[in-house]
């Protein structure tokens, strides 16, 4: 191509336009509504290391009646474990010396009756209670679960023992 058949750059409108034409004015920009304040959840967390005094004296039933599960719900890991171990060398000690048979049940009685004394204290220090109210309700809860389950076990010694006795009864010969 010569210069006389080139057409004149300035007479050409470019394809595309590189610079985007400006927004058009506006009157009204909509403005966000604020956010409504959050809701606040009373949590008055009660200082775990002042267990009240009156709590600190009281039994707990459900630390003495349902011992391993009781400190495992409370997280006292140290204490669980501690029970554990202590059982299961009991048992293995009990199995090797057969006149050592009851000292399991007898050191799991004693491990709870020490966990109840003690009970609410550590379970008070164990968690962060909202206030004394539900700390009383849960450990009340568990004291009833508790004598539930203890009464549930009791009545099924009866009754194997009474089957046990009349099964017997029948089977003397000579009668």
């Not at 000292?103 to 009970?119: C, M, P, Y």
């Amino acid at each position: 191509m010569t210069e006389q058949e080139m057409p004149d750059v300035s007479q050409l409108e470019p394809a595309v336009n590189p610079v985007p034409p400006p927004p058009p004015p506006v009157d009204y920009i909509p403005t966000v509504p604020p956010a409504p304040p959050p809701i606040a959840v009373p949590f008055t967390s009660v200082d775990p290391a002042m267990c009240p005094p009156d709590l600190a004296r009281k039994w707990n039933w459900g630390a003495f009646l349902l011992t391993p599960f009781w400190l495992g719900a409370m997280r006292l890991w140290n204490y669980f474990i501690g029970f554990i171990v202590i059982m299961v060398g009991l048992t293995i000690l009990g199995v090797l010396v057969h006149t050592l048979d009851h000292l399991t049940n007898i050191a799991s009685f004693v491990f709870g009756i020490v966990i109840a004394r003690q009970g609410n204290r550590l379970a008070w220090q164990s968690r962060n209670w909202r206030d004394e109210a539900e700390f009383r309700a849960v450990q009340r809860t568990w004291g009833i679960w508790g004598g539930i389950l203890t009464g549930v076990a009791l009545l099924l010694v009866v009754l194997v023992v009474l089957v046990v006795v009349l099964i017997s009864q029948q089977s003397v010969p000579g009668e």
